[in-house]
């Protein structure tokens, strides 16, 4: 189902932008041609998401803050294996009949109702489309569609990278609203290889890293980029040495289910097509020991997940080195923002001397439902209030 209202109709007055957020431009003439009208539109239909699939990745394409994870394929995918019959909420800007602007959505009624971001805990940032030559109109229209559809509802944007798409929507937002911390990632500059070992903190650790380089090459552990026929295959024998991996000890469980092989081979294949995905196979003595997935865009690079087979380790090939090197081959040379090392603080990730990046969690509420958001922080403060009480505790009992 689609309901399609024009922007700014029908809607009560709400209270103007902020000031310091207001686009600003040449006062109108009467020689000037009519601006293009906005018309919002709020899909709920599977079959109408997957329609968008082209203008999707137009608007794609002229939003620089865009991660893969907004991508069309990826979303879609994820919806077939993870959404709820009746839940979607896709709220759409267009101008002229093109998207200017997307909201994935779905609403969740647990523990509070609320419309939440397409990709779920899968995804490591969460985002709205919103085209770069956007003066301020669809942004304000697309925040005026969303509090319209949250009705009772609060709207919960979990990990938004910052300078995110949706901080334009966030500025205009007419009620209630707060940011707050969310997940850590960890950022490296888009550069080759041979200059990320050049930022290392000493010439010991430089030299170590180049011969770890060395090591894997005297190995002939060789790589290549899988062609998109080959990705189900490829993504098979990722997960398969994934589970290898990680045997006898705590894995992901989610990596391990069904539904997130499909949801992989659904979504990689078309984004290896369209340049957002590389998987890269590394063989030893003409068999594959490890597959990497990469994910790509404008903004920033990533590996998002891997399977090594043990030889590796015993071989004394470091894993970790292996995967880095490769990534870098597709971090465009410095075009791209950042190379990220996407969720988590893991130790190995620190010897690179990255960049503390703070995903941010947007809340945004009517005043009507204000109370939801009031709900969220408290229970956000208690959360981490226990987890800095069990670290000192940790701390205090190491000693």
Do not use: I
């Amino acid at each position: 189902m689609t309901a399609t209202v024009p922007a700014g109709a029908a809607r009560p007055a709400r209270p103007p932008a902020r000031p310091s957020d207001r686009a600003t431009a040449p006062a109108p003439d009467h020689g000037t041609a009519p601006v293009t009208e906005l018309v919002t539109e709020l899909v709920t239909d599977e079959d109408a998401f997957a329609a968008l699939a082209p203008a999707w990745e137009r608007l794609f394409g002229r939003c620089a803050a865009a991660t893969p994870f907004q991508t069309h394929a990826w979303l879609h995918s994820w919806w077939l294996s993870y959404g709820r019959p009746g839940r979607l909420r896709l709220l759409v800007v267009r101008a002229g009949g093109e998207l200017v602007a997307v909201a994935p959505l779905m609403l969740v009624r647990r523990p509070l109702p609320a419309l939440v971001p397409l990709g779920g805990t899968v995804s490591d940032y969460a985002d709205v489309l919103l085209d770069d030559g956007d003066d301020g109109r669809a942004a304000e229209a697309l925040a005026g569609a969303l509090a319209d559809a949250a009705r009772t509802a609060l709207v919960d944007f979990r990990e938004v990278r910052p300078g995110g798409a949706v901080e334009r929507v966030y500025d205009r937002w007419p009620g209630p609203c707060r940011a707050v911390a969310d997940s850590l990632c960890l950022e490296l500059p888009a550069v080759p290889m041979d200059e990320l070992v050049a930022r290392l903190p000493s010439s010991k650790t430089g030299q170590r890293a180049r011969a770890k380089l060395r090591r894997l090459a005297a190995l002939g552990v060789r790589r290549r980029a899988v062609d998109p026929q080959e990705v189900p295959a490829a993504l098979g024998r990722l997960l398969e040495l994934h589970a290898l991996q990680w045997q006898g000890r705590k894995v992901t469980s989610e990596h391990l289910r069904p539904r997130f092989r499909d949801h992989l081979v659904r979504a990689v294949g078309p984004m290896v097509r369209s340049g957002n995905a590389v998987v890269t196979e590394f063989l030893l003595d003409d068999e594959v020991v490890a597959v990497d997935l990469t994910l790509l865009s404008d903004s920033l690079s990533g590996g998002y997940l891997y399977g090594a087979h043990p030889v590796l380790r015993q071989r004394k090939a470091d894993v970790a080195v292996m995967l880095l090197d490769a990534c870098t081959r597709h971090s465009g040379g410095g075009q791209r923002g950042a190379l990220s090392l996407l969720r988590g603080d893991e130790p190995y990730k620190h010897h690179w001397r990255p960049r503390r990046v703070v995903n941010r969690r947007l809340l945004l509420a009517r005043r009507r439902t204000a109370w939801l958001l009031v709900a969220v922080l408290c229970d956000t403060v208690a959360r981490q209030r226990g987890r800095e009480v069990l670290h000192r505790w940790r701390g205090g009992n190491r000693g």
